[in-house]
T-cell receptor, first 115, second 110 residues
Framework: ETGVTQSPTHLIKTRGQQVTLRCSSQ?????VSWYQQALGQGPQFIFQ???????GRGNFPPRFSGLQFPNYSSELNVNALELDDSALYLC??????????????FGSGTQLSVL | GESVGLHLPTLSVQEGDNSIINCAYS??????FIWYKQESGKGPQFIID?????DKRQGQRVTVLLNKTVKHLSLQIAATQPGDSAVYFC?????????FGKGTRLHILP
């Protein structure tokens, strides 16, 4: 088990609503990456945060936004939810001093269902 | 728990046999590659990695082979066990961001 925790584990929303997902990184890890995993697919990179700033973004619209806090925890916010946003959202932490920023430790994810 | 990989390619292997999972990557400039294992209801778990200056790396019961000429990566699992049943993803580093490929479901036959 990694030390990455995500909340909530499951969430049901309706189309047009907004959602906030939370992630606590493993102790000492200062980089957080967010991924979206649709059913039957590999995780798709959303964005990465390093020292509270966005440090790279995948092909996701601006209604996907994030934050990183001084304690390195992070939030993923999605506005104007669409049915296709239904997926497992994964958070991963890493550190240049613990295997490198590329060595990701994943949480168990938040399963979001949009109705 | 979460069920992923319903439409993924499946590899069925007899318990005790060796498993070989293959992956083609996209970017010839990638210099770091990782294999992840994802069990139902869990996030991906790091298995083994390899840098582009190597062509083979061994771990406990696992070996990763890298062929840069044809942009091909493989994961070999020795003496496959029921606990190896999962979806396996290869991933590559692009600008320090990890990009996942399509997964393969490994099914263990008793």
């Amino acid at each position: 088990e990694t030390g990455v925790t995500q909340s909530p584990t499951h969430l049901i929303k309706t189309r047009g609503q907004q959602v906030t997902l939370r992630c606590s990184s493993q102790s000492g890890h200062n980089t957080v990456s967010w991924y979206q995993q649709a059913l039957g697919q590999g995780p798709q990179f959303i964005f990465q945060y390093y020292r509270e700033e966005e440090n790279g973004r995948g092909n996701f619209p601006p209604r996907f936004s994030g934050l990183q806090f001084p304690n390195y925890s992070s939030e993923l916010n999605v506005n104007a939810l669409e049915l296709d946003d239904s997926a497992l959202y994964l958070c991963a932490s890493s550190s240049p001093l613990a295997g490198g920023r590329e060595k990701l430790f994943f949480g168990s994810g938040t399963q979001l269902s949009v109705l | 728990g979460e069920s992923v990989g319903l439409h993924l390619p499946t590899l069925s292997v007899q318990e005790g046999d060796n498993s070989i999972i293959n992956c083609a990557y996209s970017n010839s400039a990638s210099d770091y590659f990782i294999w992840y294992k994802q069990e139902s209801g869990k996030g991906p778990q790091f298995i083994i990695d390899i840098r582009s200056n190597m062509d083979k790396r061994q771990g406990q019961r696992v070996t990763v082979l890298l062929n840069k000429t044809v942009k091909h990566l493989s994961l070999q699992i020795a003496a496959t066990q029921p606990g190896d049943s999962a979806v396996y993803f290869c991933a590559e580093s692009q600008d320090d961001k990890i990009i996942f490929g399509k997964g393969t479901r490994l099914h263990i036959l008793p």
